[in-house]
């Protein structure tokens, strides 16, 4: 698979919910970092009349949520990874 495919269906993943960016990172063999940097890229970039609607709106409050949702998002992740580790080591103890 070229990584631009991996991109793609590891971003696509990510964004769809459902599966951890954990698992998806050790599915496609890359780092969580590098999966929340595509992930945030694609937000970014990703732009819908409906969003930009929004940003007209109150571009600020929209900016500001924005950014807690994707810290949000990140926190979450960073939870589920120690979810992981402490089912394991609940597993071996």
């Known amino acids: ?10 971003v696509h993943m990510a964004m769809s ?26 937000r970014r970039s990703t732009t819908t009349p409906e ?3 929004e940003e007209q709106c109150n571009p600020t409050e929209v900016s500001e ?3 807690e949702n994707e810290l949000l998002r990140e926190l979450i992740s960073s939870l589920s990874d ?12």
């Open 1 to 10: 698979m070229e990584s631009k495919d991996v991109r793609e269906q590891a």
């Open 65 to 67: 949520l924005r950014r």
């Open 51 to 53: 969003r930009q609607q």
């Open 17 to 42: 919910g459902g599966v951890t960016r954990k698992v998806i990172a050790q599915k496609f063999g890359i780092g969580m970092s590098t999966l929340n940097r595509w992930v945030q890229q694609e």
């Open 82 to 93: 120690h979810v992981d580790t402490l089912k394991s080591i609940a597993k071996i103890g």
